[in-house]
């Protein structure tokens, strides 16, 4: 089992930034790829983004590349996501996620299916 606990929301103004942590405890931190997801009210839970084991390669969602970055701590078990230029449409419950890459080898996952882990979320809301 893996425990993900996230940190780091909040209320921010449009085109302002918020950091996102995420610690995880339990199994071996760095056979897990670590992701984020986020799900707004009435809508389903939408990829943001992945990296991988290392923390060498990441892959983001379109609606965030270039404004948001994953990276990952090996040594303190910790994934993070730096969120900048924040529009009012960021607004939602995000979600760290782990997916267990002994077994598949693929480290790129969009699908909440893919997952093997999910944190209790915490809300980053975007005022106007």
């Known amino acids: 089992q893996v425990q993900l606990v996230e940190s780091g929301g909040g209320l921010v103004q449009a085109g302002g930034s918020l950091r996102l942590s995420c610690t995880a405890s339990g199994r071996t931190f760095s056979n897990y790829a670590m992701g984020w997801f986020r799900q707004a009210p009435g809508k389903e839970r939408d990829f943001v983004a992945v990296?991988?084991?290392?923390?060498?390669?990441?892959y983001y969602a379109a609606s965030v590349k270039g404004r948001f970055t994953i990276s990952r701590d090996n040594a303190k078990n910790s994934v993070h996501l730096q969120m900048n230029s924040l529009k009012s449409e960021d607004t939602a419950v995000y979600y760290c996620?782990?997916?267990?890459?002994?077994?598949?080898?693929?480290?790129?996952?969009?699908?909440?299916?893919?997952?093997?882990?999910w944190g209790q979320g915490t809300q980053v809301t975007v005022s106007s």
């Open positions: 996620v782990a997916k267990d890459t002994t077994r598949s080898g693929l480290w790129v996952a969009v699908r909440p299916d893919e997952y093997d882990y």
């Open positions: 990296i991988n084991w290392s923390g060498g390669s990441t």
